[in-house]
């Protein structure tokens, strides 16, 4: 440190220096020069004096411009750049590039004290102000430190890019350059030369000269010498130490840089670096071929079809890290895979990790051929893919159908062992029905609470990045392997026993509305326990019985899209929850709720009485209730794998894409600019395919729907017409109300009375929507699905299985929801919006 303490640093005083100190700009500087690369000597005045003095007429401030004098001279005096380098400046989400004032070819201390002034005045421009705003940085003003640097007078000077921003494939890397110093082609005061080279052959890709007639410098333009006029500014030795310097530098920084750099006679000077912030732009036509291709790979030889069912529900559009969490989750190896075998299953050992879904133009599918292979390994039961080309909408509704001799006469020679082990997996379940609730309240939960509830209290700040990694491999494990393995069961019985009771029930009952109606009554009695009932938590919050506080303690590891780890969860946005209860007004049904601590005891109806099937009906009940409380459980470990990726992207300075790494990719991002470039274009390509619209059925013999608008649905004769539109039945009763369409679960534009919601398919962050709802359309979903599930505890009817009805249906239609029938009647159209 030199003259008065704290106000001026040199360089070289500044390598172990954070970002929140000295700006962006200024530890890059830092880094560089320690890391022995050639950075001209310069100065830095901190944020703290900026706080300090910012305001004041620094020409006034004697203690301020003796510093700056003695630092001036440090530097030899002679003309120095004086720049910006804000705290948000040169940063990994926004780079500031030109947002703030720079200074080039400033002489003399009095000059540098009155250039430093005016950096800093450039905070509160109107541009600065602007882009801050554009970026979302916030509304505070960021603090400014300024950094003064040696300036060369270069013979060439430009920039290079080690990633081409407008290539996002090819291995390419950009460099501009034009005859005296840096700024001109910066600001764009002339046509540069360009190069753009292959990063790994150091082949050219292509080269474009400038036409420069004239070269910059601090003192203006100057008419270039004939000789050099049309000249490439910049020769094969200049640039072959340029592609040098580019892998030097993504080595030091693990990212892809924007670099000013300059020639002085043969010294190459590095004058600024800092990661690119811009991606290119996708093609969609390119990317939607790419995925064609893709997909094709991954169809069967006989043919495939893709079904926007089950997972779906819950992880519409994952990213890389989502999904690939969701893979330990749903592959053969990991929790679903592992339940099967608990229950005699033997998954087909060449599907390895694999599970049975793939993602398709950013959404998920269900592969309707791999699904069964879960289960066996070579499967008995199928799906008849011929019947769902002639009817994509039993695709949404899938039956496995029994067909144990498509493969010929191998198929005798297995069938005596496929019939021993489905009777070895009838077997299991029954036995699993009897122990379940004890074995899983009593063991399973009781350890996976105690599990996380101790990696919570723990601070993952303090630990290497090794720990770190080998703690997160273990999370995960325990979440989506462990406690997934038996958490799963209960969707799995409960399914057996809703399959049981509908064959005993059509026996029974030869009248289907009666049929119906009862089967109704006996699902709609299954509530989730109070610990897990998010809905009559929702209803006491807006009914003022349950405190925000109270409801995050019990609900704050839940929240919208909550299998989506980039999302946040409630715990992390109390604002969200506080904001939802002063917009929803409380009402006579919440308060009515409210009144009763308890849930109404059970009571079998009367026709199941008769038929004496009152305990397989408790036992549904008793199943999906403990499936309510195994998700809402599973979610507090996703929760906390959430909280270990945020630490693990804070420390890296990643931005937020962590969550478009894989877990494999983790442990190299730190160092690896390829990593942290594809995961930029992940994130981009990501976008540009959820603005594509995608079939809720796919089939590989028609791959170019991919990324087209649905046309499957006109004329695939699944019963429907355009005012009756029939769907799956997942909670009971009749309702009718003008529709009110949404994508997102938003409550911008809500209807001041009643409404029929239609939506995509529903998580916690619809659930608020229900409390006024008077029924619910969705485009996907089950009996047993959550959504189904939340309509039944606030006993309005719902219909869902009708894809892409939030295309089809507009805002203010009459509708009348028959959730005992499973139809949607259209009374009245409105006109589109």
């Not at 799906?383 to 009817?391: F, I, Q, S, V």
């Not at 494999?664 to 959820?690: D, F, G, H, P, T």
């Amino acid at each position: 440190m030199i003259a008065q303490p704290n106000v001026c640093w040199l360089l070289d005083e500044l390598a172990a220096t954070n970002r929140d100190f000295v700006g962006g700009k200024t530890v890059s500087l830092a880094r560089m020069r320690q890391a022995g690369l050639p950075v001209p000597d310069a100065f830095c005045i901190p944020t703290s004096v900026y706080r300090q003095y910012a305001g004041q007429p620094l020409a006034e401030v004697s203690d301020f411009v003796a510093a700056v004098a003695v630092a001036y001279a440090s530097l030899g005096g002679g003309p120095v750049a004086v720049r910006s380098s804000a705290v948000a400046e040169d940063g990994d989400a926004a780079s500031f590039a030109g947002q703030q004032q720079s200074f080039l070819g400033v002489e003399g201390a009095s000059a540098v004290v009155a250039a430093i002034d005016a950096c800093w005045q450039s905070l509160f421009s109107d541009r600065a102000q602007a882009y801050r705003h554009r970026q979302a940085t916030g509304d505070a003003v960021p603090a400014m430190a300024v950094i003064v640097q040696r300036m060369i007078p270069a013979d060439v000077a430009g920039v290079m890019f080690t990633r081409d921003p407008f290539q996002s494939r090819e291995p390419l890397l950009r460099i501009e350059s034009a005859w005296g110093v840096g700024e001109a082609v910066v600001s764009g005061k002339v046509t540069p030369d360009c190069l753009v080279i292959h990063r790994e052959t150091g082949s050219i890709h292509d080269q474009r000269a400038g036409g420069q007639q004239v070269a910059w410098s601090a003192e203006g333009f100057r008419p270039l010498p004939a000789e050099r006029r049309g000249q490439f500014s910049l020769t094969e030795s200049q640039i072959q130490r340029l592609i040098q310097l580019a892998a030097q530098l993504e080595s030091l920084f693990g990212d892809a840089c924007d670099i000013e750099w300059a020639f002085q006679g043969d010294q190459l000077w590095l004058l600024q670096s800092r990661p690119i912030t811009t991606i290119p732009r996708v093609e969609l036509r390119e990317l939607r071929q790419r995925e064609i291709q893709r997909v094709t790979q991954l169809a069967e030889p006989t043919g495939t079809v893709w079904a926007r069912i089950e997972l779906t529900e819950v992880l519409l559009e994952p990213t890389e890290m989502s999904w690939d969490v969701a893979q330990r989750l749903m592959g053969a190896n990991g929790g679903l895979g592992m339940m099967n075998r608990d229950f005699g299953g033997r998954p087909d050992p060449n599907l390895g990790g694999t599970s049975a879904y793939d993602r398709i133009g950013g959404r998920v599918y269900c592969n309707l051929s791999r699904l069964p292979r879960l289960q066996f390994t070579h499967p008995p039961l199928v799906y008849p893919l011929a019947r769902y080309a002639r009817n994509p909408a039993e695709a949404l509704d899938p039956k496995p159908i029994f067909a144990p001799f498509r493969d010929g006469w191998r198929s005798w020679l297995r069938l005596p062992g496929q019939l021993r082990q489905l009777r070895r997996s009838q077997i299991r379940l029954e036995q699993e029905m009897l122990s379940f609730e004890r074995r899983f309240r009593d063991e399973v939960l009781l350890v996976f609470r105690e599990s996380m509830l101790l990696s919570a209290y723990q601070s993952l700040e303090d630990w290497s990045d090794a720990v770190w990694l080998a703690r997160f491999e273990t999370l995960v494990k325990q979440v989506c392997v462990d406690f997934a393995r038996e958490s799963l069961k209960a969707t799995v019985l409960a399914q057996k026993c809703l399959q049981d009771l509908d064959a005993v029930l059509a026996r029974q009952i030869d009248d289907p509305d009666a049929r119906s109606q009862l089967f109704g009554e006996l699902i709609q009695a299954a509530h989730p326990e109070p610990g897990a009932n998010l809905a009559r938590a929702m209803t006491l919050l807006l009914a003022g019985s349950l405190s925000v506080d109270q409801f995050l303690t019990q609900f704050g590891h839940r929240g919208p899209s909550e299998m989506e780890l980039s999302t946040p969860r409630w715990s992390e946005q109390p604002e969200a929850i506080e904001a939802l209860v002063s917009a929803l007004p409380r009402s006579e049904s919440h308060e009515a709720i409210a009144e009763s601590d308890e849930l109404p005891e059970w009571t079998p109806p009367a026709e199941i009485v008769r038929l004496k099937l009152e305990e397989p009906a408790r036992r549904l009940i008793q199943m999906i209730a403990l499936r309510e409380l195994g998700k809402h459980e599973l979610m507090r470990g996703y929760a906390e794998i959430r909280r270990f990726l945020l630490e693990w992207d804070r420390r890296h300075r990643l931005n937020g894409l962590t969550f478009h790494l894989t877990m494999s990719e983790l442990a190299s991002v730190a160092k690896s600019a390829e990593l942290r470039w594809q995961a930029r274009i992940r994130r981009v390509e990501r976008e540009a395919w959820l603005r594509m619209p995608m079939p809720p059925v796919v089939f590989s013999t028609r791959l170019d729907e991919i990324g087209r608008s649905d046309e499957w649905a006109s004329d695939s004769g699944d019963a429907r017409s355009e005012d009756r539109l029939i769907g799956i039945r997942i909670s009971p009763g009749v309702a009718e109300g003008i529709a009110w369409v949404r994508r997102e679960p938003s409550l911008d534009g809500m209807p001041d009375g009643p409404f029929v919601l239609v939506c995509p398919s529903t998580d916690p962050a619809w659930v608020p929507l229900f409390a006024k709802a008077v029924a619910v359309v969705l485009e996907s979903g089950g009996v047993l699905s959550h959504g189904a599930i939340v309509a039944r505890e606030f006993g309005i009817p719902a219909v869902g299985g009708l894809p892409d009805i939030t295309s089809k249906l507009t805002s203010g239609t009459m509708l009348r929801v028959d959730g005992d029938r499973g139809v949607v009647h259209v009374l009245q159209r409105s006109a589109p919006t």
